[in-house]
């Protein structure tokens, strides 16, 4: 049976595609995305368990502080927090403090931020927290459009909460703010 490419060209192609798979996977420092103002509908899920995701909506402002800037804030005192791309996706590593032990969170996200991103958070716990050593959530956001009027920049809508209804349903007397 004979060989599908020569020897040389076969050796060629092998050569490209490990410079080319080396590069791709270079990460590089980078700024945490910024999500584009406006009302995003955010749901959060352990990994792999959609049918179990919490949604809720919320006013992304021009000034606010963005909780996507940090993902491992709702954990105490995180440090070394960093932001890092390559080609395809935006990386995110920090170290936090958690009840007595440490955590260590990276994310992985895709997406232009701008109207909508995905990705995953994994937390490792040392020792495991409440029985549990690896925590993994997956997250997506969409921008549906601009803050509802009296909305205030970083308020959480969420079901059931606050008073909160349906979180389709706007207020028919109130206009989105521009």
Not at 13 to 26: D, G, I, K
Not at 53 to 75: M, R
Not at 77 to 86: I, P
Request: hydrophobic letters at 35%; glycine letters at 12%.
């Amino acid at each position: 049976m004979r060989p599908l490419l020569p020897p040389s060209l076969l050796a060629f192609v092998l050569a490209t595609s490990a410079v080319s798979t080396t590069t791709f996977a270079a990460q590089t420092p980078a700024e945490a995305p910024q999500r584009m103002p406006g009302l995003w509908l955010m749901n959060a899920a352990p990994a792999g368990q959609n049918a179990n995701a919490v949604s809720f909506h919320v006013c992304v402002g021009k000034t606010d502080g963005d909780a996507l800037q940090h993902p491992g804030s709702p954990l105490a005192n995180c440090r070394e927090q960093a932001w890092s791309k390559d080609d395809f996706y935006r990386y995110y590593r920090a170290t936090c403090d958690a009840k007595g032990g440490t955590a260590t969170v990276e994310g992985k996200f895709a997406g232009d931020f701008a109207y909508n991103f995905q990705g995953q958070l994994i937390t490792r716990f040392s020792p495991p927290l409440d029985g549990v050593a690896t925590a993994r959530t997956d997250l997506d956001g969409r921008r549906l459009g601009p803050c509802r009027g009296g909305l205030p920049e970083g308020k959480f809508l969420i079901k059931g909460q606050d008073g909160v209804g349906n979180l389709n349903v706007g207020d028919p007397g109130k206009r989105a703010a521009p």
